[in-house]
């Protein structure tokens, strides 16, 4: 069946239903909330997020269920979405599970000869040569994302893959937040990186323990010293 959207606009306010508008909308919200640090701890109203981006409630309401589902707003009746910020039991819970998913899925690409070098050094020149800029701040964290990732499913182990995948809206506004707060980060960011990535071609299994716990425990640090 053929299912016809109709789009209106109302002065500047574009309205929309279906799909397409409520990723717009989710994409909008989820990129406001995880790279601006400031608006953690306030609330988000319908009517305020309507006029800010130019979109109908709808969808707006829709992507705030979604933001709900993926931990990053809790929906506060008669109040709005509640950016909640992260304490420092959710910041530690969270990037031990990261790295307990990191080392293991390590240590099974090493045994098996399957490290991703090639895509993972790939991503690591793509940060060297993004220009690090407050605007390119969330391209920076996306790479090392990536990067990270990259290695998780080169171990093939899908329910570790899934898993992480499900982190990646925390890891992500974890990382923005570390960048922010010292901005030498993105140049440690690098050479941590450079340590991992040297030490997987290198095939050294204790060398990339300790790298990726360093990267790990020096990012946690940073959040944990807001």
């Known amino acids: 069946m053929l299912v016809i959207r109709q789009t209106t606009k109302v002065g500047c306010m574009q309205t929309s239903s279906g ?13 406001l909330v995880l790279t601006d640090p400031a608006i953690q701890g306030t609330f ?19 992507a705030l269920i ?13 109040r709005g979405a509640y950016i909640r910020p992260s304490d420092d039991r959710e910041i530690r819970e969270t990037m031990e599970v990261r790295q307990m998913i990191e080392l293991e899925t ?10 991703p070098i090639a895509a993972m050094d790939d ?11 407050d605007d390119t701040i969330p391209d920076f964290i996306s790479l090392d994302q990536r990067f990270h990732a990259a290695m998780v499913d080169a171990a093939g182990n899908r329910v570790l893959s899934d898993i992480y995948t499900r982190l990646r809206v925390k890891h992500v506004r974890f990382g923005i937040s570390a960048t922010w707060t ?13 340590q991992i990535l040297e030490s997987l ?6 060398a990339t ?12 640090n940073l959040l944990l010293s807001r």
């Open 123 to 133: 991503l690591y020149q793509q940060q060297v040569e993004l220009p690090v800029a």
């Open 201 to 206: 071609r290198s095939g050294d299994a204790e």
């Open 19 to 31: 799909p397409a508008a409520r990723r717009t909308a989710y994409e909008r919200l989820r990129d």
């Open 106 to 115: 390590a240590r099974q690409i090493l045994a098996s000869g399957e490290a």
């Open 44 to 62: 988000l109203t319908e009517g305020d997020l309507v006029k800010r981006f130019g979109l109908s409630r709808t969808p707006i309401r829709e």
């Open 209 to 220: 323990t300790n790298a990726i716990c360093e990267h790990i425990t020096q990012t946690q």
């Open 66 to 78: 979604m933001l709900a589902s993926d931990g990053l707003v809790d929906l506060i009746p008669h």
């Open 182 to 194: 010292s901005a030498d980060r993105p140049a440690q960011v690098l050479e941590e990186h450079s």
